[in-house]
């Protein structure tokens, strides 16, 4: 295969600074300009300062080995890294309604000087900037999309958590007998995996189910222990939220992922579930709920803005508070939890180095996390802590993920196939009847 030259611009090592290590024996240019932004980042307190901190570091240690100006190996069966400069061959390169004082042309200019030094290699223009990839493509240039990180081919492809099954009539009494009852390994070619949730379809009448969680070919079919939730006199609406509601109360299941259009009711079963198991009547098996999400879609540090943290959260807190509001009936219900400590209000960006221990812990729009911050999060999770992520997919703010590369779909994935892991999508919207028809609509 022919050797390639790639030119990776500052939103790909934003989302992922071992990217220059992902193009086999292929030689990566690193314009300067490319360089400047990178250190305008450096000092965020996210996974984009996190990223731009370790690719300087990356290429310091690079450096101390070679000169990066003619190019430093990136290791056995790879190819070079060299930083580049072509800023002053702009104009004469670029067609003249392109403003060359713009940063992204700069950094095309530099691609188009490497086509010329390189005319038997193809240069490729790598870039998360949708807006990069069309200009690259109307003056010639061949562009590509970050794709390496992503968890699934599409969001439709990533596991819904959910399967029917087809399964003789009487299979189905069985099963509402009291009979144990298997999925063997050859009656289908589906993936099976655990705390998947089946719905039993007899094949003489499709109108008659069971719904059962799956745990292995080896273990019968559960039956649904939990869809009501007493003390917030709150039951589940439809099969997802029964689903929902049985991996939030199960004490064997430590991760659940949720996702789902916005009223679905993923938050409120979260919520609702976890108050169950902190401040609920009876035995509870967690001493707090603690809540976090994403502080705004780019993911500044807060510390500038006056107050607590309480006080510095309440405004992306507004949707966990109504659903608090609801559940309790007092519109002072979160602050009186949190003078209590029972509900601790924690920012996503000084998450990383605790360590917590029995806990109940929901991080809510979590489809705007990357990999890396998912991973920083459960990665703080200790004994006797639970952990619930929910989000929706197809609403990301997050300019550096899309559906299928975000943090929570990586989640989904990477924990399927795991006992101690659950996920639900939900389909349906339960806020109100204009709320749902607006999500189909609109």
Known sequence: MAKKNYLLDTSVYLTDANSIFEFGNNDIFIPLKVL?????????????????????????????????????????????????SYSCLAESIFPPDLDVKIPDHVILATAKAVQQEYPNRKIIVVSRDINMRVICDSIGMIAEDYVTEKAAESSD???????????????IDRFYDGEEILIEEDETEQSWYPNQFIMMVSNANEKKTALARFISHHVPLKKIMHDRLPDWNISARNKEQAFAVDLLMNPDIKIISLIGRAGS?????????????????????????????????????????????????????????????????????LQMYVEKGKIEI?????????????????????????????????????????????????????????????????????????????????????RSELATLASKVL
Request: hydrophobic share 35%; charged share 25%.
């Open 346 to 430: 924690e920012a996503l960006t000084y998450i990383r180095g605790r360590s917590i221990a029995n806990a109940y812990v929901i991080i809510d729009e979590a489809q705007n996390l990357t990999k890396h911050e998912i991973k920083t999060i459960i990665t703080r999770i200790g004994d006797g802590t639970k952990i619930v992520l929910t989000g929706d997919i197809e609403q990301i703010d997050n300019i550096y993920v899309n559906e299928t590369s975000n943090g929570l779909a990586h989640a989904i994935e990477s924990f399927k196939q795991y006992p101690i892991a659950g996920h639900v999508t939900f389909k349906k919207g339960e």
């Open 265 to 333: 009711g993923k938050t409120l079963c979260a919520i609702a579930a976890g108050m169950q198991q902190t401040i609920g009547h009876g035995e509870n098996p967690y001493s707090r709920l603690i809540v976090s999400r994403p502080v705004q879609p780019l993911g500044k540090d807060i510390g500038f803005l006056p107050g607590s943290m309480h006080e510095k959260m309440l405004p992306w807190l507004m949707p966990i508070q109504d659903n608090l509001q609801y559940l309790l009936g007092d519109k002072n219900a």
């Open 36 to 84: 400047e932004e990178i250190d305008k980042h450096k000092k965020r307190q996210d996974s984009a300062g996190t990223n731009a901190r370790r690719i300087i570091r990356t290429l310091d240690g690079l450096r101390k080995s070679g000169d990066l100006q003619r190019g430093v190996r990136l290791g056995k069966g790879k190819g070079l890294v060299k930083v580049m």
């Open 157 to 171: 492809q990533i596991y819904n958590g959910f399967i029917e099954h087809l399964v003789d009539d009487q299979v």
